[in-house]
């Protein structure tokens, strides 16, 4: 189970019921989350900050930095950048 916020490498991957899975990770290879620490599953919506860039592979998207992953609503998580302010 996932805390509040998450910081840490993300795929969002596409499920087939059209929600999408995002896994927080510390190694992304291939395109495929390595070492996982938190997961949100069947999400209907997945909202990405505009300044985080996605590059898709296969059926997923992953990011190249670290980011911050909050689960807003039963049916919301937000990826953008942390604030360190």
């Known amino acids: 189970m996932a805390w509040p916020n998450d910081r ?6 596409d499920e087939i019921d059209g929600t ?5 990770c510390a ?5 495929a989350p ?6 949100h599953y069947h999400v209907p ?4 900050a505009p300044r985080v860039s996605l590059t898709r592979s296969h059926g997923s ?3 190249t930095e ?3 992953v909050t689960r807003v609503s039963e049916d919301v ?3 953008s950048f942390p604030d360190y302010d």
């Open 8 to 13: 840490g490498l993300v795929v969002v991957r």
């Open 20 to 24: 999408k899975s995002v896994f927080v």
């Open 27 to 31: 190694k992304i290879v291939e395109g």
């Open 34 to 39: 390595k070492h996982t620490y938190a997961t």
């Open 45 to 48: 919506h997945v909202v990405v």
């Open 61 to 63: 998207a992953f990011t």
């Open 66 to 68: 670290i980011v911050e």
């Open 77 to 79: 998580v937000s990826v």
